[in-house]
């Protein structure tokens, strides 16, 4: 399995963004997907996730502004960013797991992307 983000970069305070992951696998279909973010200095957090079905799951610090989606058809996965705040600025991570969506530990996920940066200036 395969990740690799994209649609990062700099943005104002009140942007939109919209990250997308393309993941290369033939078995797309057993796998939750999650998005994390780590800062500077910081641990890698999660963000959202959303399992085959649909089901979506958020970390409470970014509940109502993004939005996590899947296309199942096409192996990608997305993170629509709305009222971008100077604490969002992070490298965001794609990631993808054999077990439940619901799970929001890093740990717990079997594969990575590189990441991509996003900042967000005040």
């Known amino acids: 399995v395969q990740l690799v983000e994209s649609g990062g970069g700099l943005v104002h305070t009140g942007d939109s963004l919209r990250l997308s992951c393309t993941v290369s696998?033939?078995?797309?279909?057993?796998?939750?997907m999650g998005w994390f973010r780590q800062a500077p200095g910081m641990e890698r957090e999660f963000v959202a996730s959303?399992?085959?079905?649909?089901?979506?799951y958020y970390a409470d610090s970014i509940k109502g502004r993004f939005t996590v989606s899947r296309d199942n058809s096409a192996n990608m996965v997305y993170l629509q960013m709305n009222t971008l705040k100077p604490e969002d600025t992070a490298v965001y991570y794609c990631?993808?797991?054999?077990?439940?969506?619901?799970?929001?530990?890093?740990?717990?996920?079997?594969?990575w992307g590189k990441g991509t940066q996003v900042t967000v200036s005040s």
């Open positions: 959303v399992a085959w079905s649909g089901r979506t």
């Open positions: 696998t033939r078995t797309f279909s057993d796998l939750a």
């Open positions: 990631a993808a797991t054999q077990g439940p969506a619901y799970s929001r530990r890093p740990n717990t996920y079997d594969y």
